[in-house]
């Protein structure tokens, strides 16, 4: 697994629970270091112990630690190039969802040896959606709601979203957009700042 991942679930306990948390994780994940390299690549058990030590540490399931995980991505001040990324998908929380088919080529356009699941958006009408999140990555689709949930809050849309488990091989999360401008939203600019 890419370290850019393991160092985004390190970079999220520090930011939300402490260091000292963090380092109750290691010990209990016994990772043998304390700190992952963001451009190394990592086993998956190693991710996969680390995720479950940090659950077990705050007493919360699996996917509502992820799901967290996915609002600090966007939401976090450390995380303000994530969060810019993503809003060059669109100028609307409808355009934004449907850039995130070409989302995992976009990603290895960043870093050539990230490896992101395909997604892909299926719209039942203007305003109820089907995100369909192929298989390769464990806890993604859970990541993805957070990440969807925060980008809503962003845009100023109102969304209900809900993670409606495994198809086969794939992971559903429905969407359905209560109100596009429901509130001002965060102030973005495509020219960055200077």
């Given at each position: ?62 996917n509502e630690v992820l799901e967290d995980m996915g ?79 925060a980008m809503a809050d962003d845009y100023g849309a ?14 559903l999360i429905s969407i359905k957009l209560v109100e ?15």
């Amino acid at each position: 697994m890419h370290g850019l991942i393991n160092r985004a679930i390190q970079s999220f306990v520090c930011a939300t629970y402490g260091r000292p948390l963090w380092l109750r994780v290691v010990e209990s994940a016994e990772l043998g270091f304390t700190e992952f390299e963001a451009m190394l690549v990592y086993d998956r058990e190693t991710c996969l112990r680390a995720v479950e030590a940090l659950c077990s540490e705050l007493g919360r399931s699996r996917n509502e630690v992820l799901e967290d995980m996915g609002t600090y991505l966007v939401s976090h001040p450390n995380m303000e190039g994530l969060r810019r990324l993503l809003r060059f998908g669109g100028s609307s929380y409808v355009e934004f969802l449907h850039s995130l088919d070409d989302l995992a080529d976009r990603a290895r356009l960043a870093v050539s040896d990230l490896n992101l699941p395909g997604l892909e958006l299926h719209e039942h009408s203007p305003s109820e959606f089907t995100l369909v999140c192929e298989p390769g990555l464990p806890g993604f689709a859970s990541v993805l709601v957070g990440v969807l949930r925060a980008m809503a809050d962003d845009y100023g849309a109102l969304v209900m979203l809900a993670h409606e488990g495994q198809r086969e091989q794939t992971e559903l999360i429905s969407i359905k957009l209560v109100e596009s401008a429901f509130s001002q939203g965060r102030h973005f600019d495509l020219g960055g700042r200077t």
